[in-house]
């Protein structure tokens, strides 16, 4: 295998994962109590943490095989998505943060925010990583647009029922 090949391989959507990462374990301890491992999973049905988990892995783990590029209009657009979703991620975490007890942060729209903004950066990955590594496979951006529609579903009734426990 050449360097070029590899190389090409390291160009990867993964990259546009470490940032939301690196952000979630520098500050999860952070966040208000609801959303501490412990009282965040709690009592959550099967029927919700386990295609939660296992769509988060896979929306997780499709990036490595999403080419990352942003020559085309479209990845140029899915760049502006992703920095705008991830924006918007952050600045719901940080309001949660700085502010727990604030109307925001203890509203519905709030307290569930980092649930649903993710919709925006995942929108761009897939925008961005339009192409698959794996020959054969027949990969189009609606593909993990779909998987991540459905983890984010299922993060959002988790989210949901834990709001409901009162924030």
Known sequence: MTSSKILGYACNCFWLLLPILIFNLLFMRHLPAAYQMDIFWKAIPKEISLPENILRMTVMILPVFMRLGISTPSQKLGLALYLTGLLAYFASW????????????????????PAYTPIVWLLGIGMIGDEFFLP?????PWMYWALSALFLVFHNLHTALVYSRGV
């Open 136 to 140: 054969g496979v027949a990969f189009k």
């Open 94 to 113: 940080t309001v949660l943060i700085v502010s727990p007890q604030c109307a925001w942060s203890t509203s519905g729209i709030g307290f569930m925010a």
